[in-house]
């Protein structure tokens, strides 16, 4: 148990929604009572009966957290992520279920959490200390720190009621970076920070869980919850649907919302549509054997097959494709009047079959999915259809996994030339090293 920072054994949250008013407060009860007062006279001889809907935010969850360890929540809207953070937190308390907490907790759920409006940023600094334990001297210590990170010196004596959302939250976030709380809480609040905000905010996450912090994380930004994070925990409805190394877990859930019609078989074909001038028919992603697959090799070059119908004649039309990582990202786009201006003329009424390649190691390994797009160049789309295509491209043979036990981050898979200029490099001649 010394080990374990956090943990939560069969939690549950039950909310009651629309209460009678029996369980109200008595001023609220009689404000709620003369604002729906004309409304009650249509009712059933005017009388309401009091409903009571209930909704279970989270369900019998259990899971534990060691000390150290930066734990990533994800899931869609409603999936129970804030509210997990919010009874970890003590903001509010379980229906079920036990939580066990070893070690002091600063949370940051909300912008501005913990603030009092009345109060200076200068004297929230100092609550926020005494809240998370410390010593005023161990605050005065980190103040200087605290304020350049956040960058409102200038509104430093300024009530924090009067700041934007985005000063409070570098204000909130960097308070609770720098006084050091040995749990740290984290919910979505880092969005609304301005993109050098955000870049630093993640920077001072790294320092803090390579420094031996526990870190939960809830987000909506993939990519940073699988780069700072060893492992993650996936909600919907109130449950835990998965588990496992962070990587792993947002793509299974970026896979779920590309919804049913992406498919990963390699092809992928739709039903005819005579109404449209260009209509697509069908997509094949074919292997360095010429094969249909849904899986590549990073060191292999792979072919993309479009199939359309014309069904009338058309100028300066042109077929697009877009390569995206799982989470939507662009990686590249493809047309085939690109290297081939002559091809935006007049196309005939006809079937159409085209390929393009891409050459090995111009991915990195992982998932991603094909966009197909005919029109007019920026007049009008014709056909289009998201994440049509689904593929992974997998690394069976490169010296990364002699070295790399997890996917070397990055989206391009480029094997590129070093030269070394000073230094000797391990390694015999002949292993690939050159010398200038």
């Not at 600063?106 to 109060?119: Q, R, Y």
């Not at 970076?177 to 919910?187: S, T």
């Not at 993650?232 to 835990?240: E, P, T």
């Not at 091809?343 to 079959?353: A, D, I, T």
Request: hydrophobic share 40%; charged share 25%; net charge neutral.
């Amino acid at each position: 148990m010394n080990d374990i920072a956090v943990r939560v054994e069969n939690l549950s949250k039950l909310y009651h929604i629309g209460k009678g008013e029996g369980q109200r407060s008595g001023i609220a009860r009689r404000l709620r009572r003369a604002l729906l007062a004309p409304s009650r006279a249509h009712g059933d001889g005017g009388q309401t009966m009091p409903r009571e809907d209930t909704i279970w935010a989270l369900k019998d969850i259990s899971f534990e957290v060691g000390r150290g360890e930066a734990v990533g929540i994800i899931g869609p809207n409603g999936a129970g992520k804030s509210t997990l953070l919010k009874l970890l937190s003590g903001l509010t308390a379980p229906t079920e279920g036990r939580i066990t907490i070893r070690g002091r907790i600063g949370s940051m759920l909300e912008i501005g959490t913990g603030f009092n409006p009345e109060l200076t940023g200068r004297e929230n600094v100092f609550l926020n200390g005494v809240i998370l334990g410390m010593k005023r001297l161990e605050v005065q210590r980190k103040f200087d720190e605290i304020v350049a990170f956040s960058g409102v010196e200038k509104f430093l004596d300024m009530p924090v009621k009067r700041y934007s959302s985005g000063m409070r939250v570098r204000l909130a976030f960097s308070v609770i970076a720098h006084l050091e709380p040995e749990i740290l809480l984290i919910d979505e609040v880092l969005s609304v920070g301005d993109a050098a905000f955000r870049r630093k905010s993640m920077s001072k996450m790294q320092d803090l869980i390579r420094g031996g912090r526990t870190v939960l994380f809830v987000s909506h930004n993939e990519k940073a919850v699988s780069d700072l994070c060893d492992w993650a925990i996936r909600l919907k409805d109130g449950l835990i649907v998965d588990r496992g190394p962070s990587e792993e877990i947002v793509q299974l859930y970026l896979e779920e919302q590309l919804g049913a019609e992406a498919v990963s078989a390699g092809y992928a074909q739709l039903e005819p549509d005579t109404s449209r001038p260009l209509r697509l028919r069908a997509v094949t992603i074919l292997d360095h054997g010429g094969n249909p697959a849904g899986q590549v090799e990073m060191g292999q070059p792979f072919r993309v097959r479009v199939e359309y119908d014309v069904n009338q004649p058309v100028d300066s039309s042109h077929v697009i494709c877009f390569v995206q990582t799982a989470d939507g990202t662009n990686v590249l786009g493809s047309g085939d009047a690109d290297c081939a201006p002559f091809r935006l003329g007049r196309r005939k009424v006809g079937s159409y079959r085209a390929e393009f390649e891409l050459p090995p190691f111009i991915l990195g390994e992982g998932r991603y999915s094909l966009t197909v797009s005919l029109g007019v160049p920026f007049q009008s789309v014709f056909d289009r259809h998201e994440s049509l295509l689904r593929f992974e491209v997998v690394d069976n043979s490169s010296v990364h996994r002699m070295w790399y036990p997890k996917r070397r981050p990055g989206i391009l898979g480029l094997d590129l030339p070093w030269t070394y200029l000073d230094g000797e490099p391990v390694g015999e001649a002949g292993q690939g090293f050159e010398r200038r």
